[in-house]
């Protein structure tokens, strides 16, 4: 009997789900001009409002991932993508500072939990040799969403208002959450589109009674307290060419907005491949030398070039060479996105919800941070280099945090030789706590 691939849809519905996702939050960055400009925003207003989603959303990780975890992808992911659907329409209705600070935290706090509980739903439904892959695919396919959304955003915004911009991007969401709940089921034993030999292909059953929470064993945790730590300093950078990467290219280098738009999507398709490749390396280094320098090689290496690539943006006096280098750091930065999800389900086990929430949320602590330290390096400096410098900085640190890093230990902390964490058929082999 050939096996199914209803999986390989439910992957097609979750790279469906961060393109949408990303494309609702970043549109905001390249209508941050005619925003500013209509609401009277100083700089420093217009990096609260970038962080005010950013801050919500790392407030509501570890609670997604728990509710993704006990209740399952299918109930979850329908929750999610309705509610910040619904807030993108309504930041059309922004009216000045407050509402716009206050819709964008709504919309950060429905949109919380989109990549635990995607994490919830690989782990049931994906053998483990096919999850780094599928992490890589899925950031990717956030990326391209962006990247793709830069040009349509910017001929749009020569047409027609902001605001009807950004109804038209909310409308997305509804449909997609229609057709996800109709066709999802949180175990794919239970899908009718799913039979024995891909079951077999899937393996064990991962759909235990919901384990209670070892939240003691969580906040004692050393790797995942470095986990939390590392991927803080990674996504502060990111958070940097989703919000004000259009005024950077505009402001700094001179570009109109027609050819930011376009310049914009740079980053994002290097993004893209450096989740797509990193999420390939990993899982064939993970097959070939074990857990620990596969899942931890790709951060590793990709992170100091990052950094060197953003010291080449600021030195360079050249519009098209900084603009280059700001595309090689995006690409290079990402190549350890995929197997840090990995790396969650690696040491999470059944809790691989609230791990990854947890690594999530302090992602997007440093993403929190990184708007405000650049609107108020504008405000007070008028400096562009100064946090530019600082995005160099934590790509530095992340990289030997990754060092630190021990994916083959798990929640109880009794740590596995990595050769033995291996399947007969050379793939993750991963342990409950």
Known sequence: MQPTRARHTMLGFALATMAIAYIDRVAISLSSSSIQRDLELSDAQLGYAFSAFTLAYAIFEVPSGWLADRFGARRMMTRIVLWWSAWTIATAAAA??????????LFGMGEAGVLPTLASAFRRWLPERERGRAFGLTVAAAALGTAVSQPIVGAMLRHFSWREAFVAFGALGAAWAAIWYAW?????????GVNGAEIAEIGPPAHEPHAR?????????????VICAMYFCAIYGWYFFMTWLPQYLERARGFSLAQSSWLTALPWLAIAAGCFFGGLISDALVRSRGLRFGLRAPGIVGLPIAALAILGAIATPSAAFATAFLTAAAGFAALGIASAWSTCLAIG?????????????FGNLGGTVCPIVFGQSLEHFGSWNLPLASVALLYVLAGLMWLAIEPERHLDEAALPARAALSPAGTTAQAEP
């Open 184 to 192: 999802m089921r949180d175990d794919p034993r239970e899908h009718r």
């Open 96 to 105: 000045g500072f407050h509402s716009l600070v206050a819709i964008r935290f």
């Open 213 to 225: 929470v070892p939240w003691a064993r969580l906040v004692r945790s050393r790797n995942l307290i």
């Open 349 to 361: 086990g059944r809790h691989g919800g609230v791990v990854s929430g947890a690594m999530n949320m």
